[in-house]
């Protein structure tokens, strides 16, 4: 799944982008060349995905700094890095990735023009290889990030604090991110008479309009002008209010309830609800044309009982759709791919491509059908793509690679590290001289026998040419 939307055309931004950006660095005469960029090369699509299958495995295995994982010391060796590729290497790739041309100067003062080209590309893969279920929500995340930035945002609600703000639409149910946008500034559209909220949600709301989707906000989002403009293109819409909110029932705010009371009114096909929780909640809908309260249980955690307690309909609904953001925000918050980066873009990417591995796994676990039943975890599933990754590509030949520490062990021993030996097939009760079907030659299809097979492996082979073929080729 991780390759329809990880496709060769992003690969291949990213590669003439960051070879490009190289040359312009390395042709000015003013800038003082590091030790480790003096023998540049131009990358390519196949390097540039090992690349990502490192940055992948480092969010899996987690080490206090990027050198530890090129490191010969036995107690913390990780031999995957150095069989890849070697850690200046590494550190090339990652001073050079870049994503846009810094040559054009016409960029229409986006803040984002170095990442324009990236944004474009996941916003219209997330949305068209996957059409979303009915319930789907609307909600900000915060990517951590406290150096300087002019957009940086702080909120105390959140986890992070300070950060860059992402507006997300989700599907409810499993937290596939269908469209986002950064937060740069000012979000009101400066051509129209419309709020911010109202901007940000129309704009956001474009993948799924006309499609009768049921659509759940916070009450920063919510007005009854809103509310009426998604009605206009056939899109339900629940969510919580805040009563001085304009066209608002004034009746609502004065009126005094008791515990677990509710009264509603209802306008246009708009109902708005005002119920009394251990606070005042309003709610509005145009899915729902009555309010019902329905018995629910409610555990109580002290003494390990539960309790019955009635709800409006509305607020169950609003609920269980809620929980698209939470979702992906818990997942990407234990795997996460951003290391520390001066440069934001860099950072803001490397998030980006953890929402894109967790959109993969979504798409994933929905083709083969992996429920609650049948877990199947974010975890392992990125540890698959990235032996995906470096299985299928063909690294570069480079001048200096690092080998598994053997100590002092002549080389004529190194071979014990991988254990593959040919030997004569054992004989059987039926035959004593056996002989099979060589299993490279069968796969070309060749009916050839050999009595020889591997030692570990226990697969009947030719030697030396079949032998060789199946153990240093995947498609052998």
Not at 69 to 85: A, C, D, Q
Not at 272 to 281: H, T
């Amino acid at each position: 799944m991780v390759n329809e939307i990880l496709t060769e055309d992003f690969w291949q931004i990213i590669v003439t982008e960051t070879n490009r950006y190289a040359s312009q660095i390395l042709r000015n005469d003013t800038h003082k060349l590091k030790k480790y960029e003096d023998n540049w090369r131009d990358t390519n699509v196949d390097e540039m995905k090992a690349y990502f299958a490192l940055c992948i495995l480092m969010s899996q295995v987690k080490k206090n700094n990027i050198q530890s994982y090129w490191s010969k010391r036995g107690i913390i060796e990780t031999p995957i890095f150095r069989k890849t590729m070697p850690f200046w290497r590494f550190a090339q790739l990652s001073r050079f990735l870049h994503f846009t041309n810094n040559d054009v100067e016409d960029n229409n003062n986006d803040r984002l023009w170095k990442l324009r080209s990236v944004i474009d590309y996941f916003n219209e893969k997330f949305k068209t290889i996957y059409t979303p279920e009915e319930k789907v929500s609307l909600d900000e995340s915060l990517m951590k990030y406290t150096g300087r930035m002019a957009y940086k945002q702080y909120n105390p609600s959140k986890r992070a604090r300070f950060g860059v703000k992402f507006y997300k639409l989700y599907e409810s149910k499993s937290g596939y991110c269908i469209q986002f946008k950064i937060y740069t500034g000012q979000d009101r559209n400066k051509n129209a008479d419309t709020s911010a909220s109202e901007s940000v949600t129309m704009f956001m709301c474009t993948p799924i309009s006309g499609y009768g989707h049921t659509l759940f906000l916070d009450n920063w989002y919510s007005s009854p002008s809103l509310f009426a403009k998604l009605q206009s293109i056939k899109t339900n819409a629940i969510g919580t209010a805040r009563c001085n909110r304009k066209n608002m029932p004034k009746e609502l705010a004065s009126a005094k309830l008791k515990q677990s009371d509710v009264i509603s009114r209802s306008s246009n096909g708009i109902l708005v609800a005002k119920w009394k929780d251990k606070k005042d909640i309003y709610i509005m809908s145009t899915k729902h044309s009555k309010i019902e309260m329905i018995e629910v249980e409610k555990k109580r955690w002290k003494n390990n009982n539960n309790d019955t307690v009635t709800k409006p309909n509305i607020v169950l609904e609003y609920n269980h759709g809620m929980g698209g953001v939470d979702l992906q925000d818990s997942y990407l918050s234990s795997f996460s791919l951003m290391r520390k980066y001066i440069k934001s873009y860099k950072k803001i990417f490397f998030y980006l491509a953890d929402v894109a591995l967790f959109n993969s796994y979504v798409l994933f676990c929905k083709k083969m059908d992996i429920g609650k039943s049948k877990k199947f975890s974010f975890s392992k599933f990125r540890l698959d793509v990235a032996e995906q990754l470096l299985q299928a590509v063909c690294i570069p030949d480079y001048e200096k690679r690092g080998t598994m520490s053997v100590g002092s062990t002549p080389d004529r021993l190194e071979a014990k590290q991988w254990r593959h030996f040919p030997r004569n097939i054992p004989p059987t009760n039926a035959k004593q001289n056996p002989r099979r079907r060589c299993r490279v030659c069968t796969k070309h299809k060749q009916r050839s026998e050999t009595v020889w097979e591997c030692k570990k492996c226990l697969v009947p082979l030719h030697i030396p040419h079949c032998f060789e073929r199946y153990h240093t080729l995947h498609d052998y």
